[in-house]
């Protein structure tokens, strides 16, 4: 097939400042509160969940890298599904990830004031108050625009980093064998589960896809942020993991603060000010990457005709899409605040939305399956990605009633609304348009980030 190369973006991004951003999108709040639930659930043996999870991330991440390099747009994964299956489709992914934001933020924002809560007390309030402040201030950086979110995701990278580096270093001399034995008291059997419950610590390489188009040069930057990426969170996640089953023992699945405690081992003292300023930052890391790429997609989905077109304004790579910003930053405020009304804990929030995420990666890898040049090196990612997705919709069980709701609320909109086809099929082209250079060859595929 002949491939006509893309134009470059009017992006800004660097392959650094797109590295930062996913290292927040994925490594987020699951380092700070999942290792204690994974450990509650099948105990040191969790720890193969987590290795299950890290080997699964680099195939998936390389598929969603190799399409975001070759279709750059702010749809991400919808535009995706569009190009493969059509509108309907596309219309079912977007709805799955824009409302899977705004629970999985307030379940992130509450995660980030227990820490808070921890050091300085005052209970509900304290972590309702910080949850907030979080919210608020996660919304203001992304209404200034994604360049600024970059470079204030590539500066929290780096002290994240630092700061977990010196937690597991310090602690590691303190780490016993006798806390990984027994090391499956509740049988093989729950990995299965611990690994549902980890699947929480891993969404995030879809959701830069919806900041391809801000890249300076996508085909380039965004396979190499994307190593980086995989390389950073996988050694994290798993070094922060082994140290807190192997340090604190079976103290890890009671812990409401593990990371808290990794710290108070390895530093001596309380330092539990210094993990809730880690909590927080890595909290706010996360939401900063999720709340740039929900932006994106609901302009992008107000522009294909899923969303109500008010939404579409800013869905151009360099303009900022405010009104799709508003209504996510205002439907996190409210799941925030049904939340705290319900009195809900974290677990049954942290499952719907990888329910939905999971349902989105499904999506994703066989759209990959049938956008992809076969046999390249990143078709071969996704068929191998393939069965690692199956085993997460099975292990996600009952929380997949969520995305089904969900569907079911997207295809209803569209009969309501009367969207057969969508409005982007001029701007984003399919395989065989690229090849003809027809209408939407501005975003025809490019070969050399394939592997062909």
């Known amino acids: 097939m002949a491939e006509t190369p893309v134009p470059a973006t009017t992006g800004r991004l660097t392959a ?6 996913y290292v927040g999108a994925v490594l987020g709040t699951g380092v700070i509160a999942l290792p204690a639930l994974a450990a509650e659930a099948a105990g040191p043996a969790s720890l193969f969940a987590w290795l299950l999870l890290v080997v699964v991330s680099a195939p998936l991440a390389a598929t969603f890298a190799a399409l975001g390099a070759r279709y750059p747009d702010a749809g991400g994964v919808s535009t995706y599904a569009r190009m493969a299956f059509g509108p309907r489709a596309a219309a ?56 600024l979110a970059g470079r204030v995701q590539l500066a929290l990278a780096g002290i994240l980093v630092t700061f977990l580096l010196v937690a597991v270093l310090l602690s590691l001399p303190h780490a016993s064998t006798g806390n990984l034995r027994p090391f499956a008291p509740h ?7 611990a690994a549902a419950l980890l699947v929480w610590s891993f969404v995030g390489w879809e959701a830069i896809t919806h900041l391809t188009g801000e890249f300076r040069r996508p085909a380039r930057d965004l396979p190499r942020a994307t190593a980086a990426a995989v390389v950073v969170v996988g050694g994290l996640y798993l070094a922060v993991a082994f140290a807190i ?19 108070a081992v390895a530093l001596g003292g309380d330092a539990r000010w210094l993990a809730a300023a880690t909590a927080l930052l890595l909290t706010f890391g996360a939401m900063n990457a999720y709340y740039a790429g929900a932006a ?10 899923a969303l109500p077109a008010w939404l579409a304004r800013g869905d151009v790579a360099g303009d900022v899409p405010r009104r799709s910003l508003a209504v996510n930053a205002g439907l996190s405020f409210l799941a925030l605040l049904a939340v705290l009304l319900a009195a809900v804990g974290p677990r049954p929030l942290v499952l719907l939305t990888t329910g939905s995420f999971v349902t ?36 996600t069980g009952v929380y997949l009633v969520w995305p089904l709701v969900v569907t079911g609320a997207a295809l209803l909109y569209l009969r309501l609304s009367g969207n057969r086809t969508s409005g982007a099929a ?14 939407g060859a501005r975003t025809a595929p490019v070969g050399s980030t394939d592997g062909t």
């Open 16 to 21: 650094a400042q797109g590295a930062a951003l």
């Open 92 to 147: 079912v992914v977007g709805w799955c990830f824009y409302f899977a934001v705004p629970p999985g933020a307030a379940a992130a924002a509450l995660f980030g004031g227990a820490y808070v809560e921890a050091a300085v007390g005052g209970g509900a309030t304290t972590v309702a108050v910080t949850a907030v402040l979080l919210m608020v201030a996660v919304t203001t950086t992304n209404a200034v625009g994604v360049q």
């Open 187 to 193: 049988g093989w059997t729950a990995v299965g589960p």
């Open 245 to 263: 089953v192997a340090v604190l023992g079976p103290a890890a699945a009671e812990a409401d603060a593990p990371l808290g405690e990794l710290f």
């Open 296 to 305: 994106k997609l609901g302009a992008a989905l107000g522009r294909d005709g």
């Open 360 to 395: 989105v990666y499904a999506v994703g890898v066989a759209a990959a399956l049938r956008l992809l040049p076969r046999r390249s090196r990143t078709w071969y990612a996704a068929v191998v990605t393939v069965g690692a997705v199956i085993f997460l919709l099975v292990m």
């Open 426 to 439: 001029a701007s984003v082209s399919t395989p065989d348009e690229a090849a003809e250079g027809g209408v």
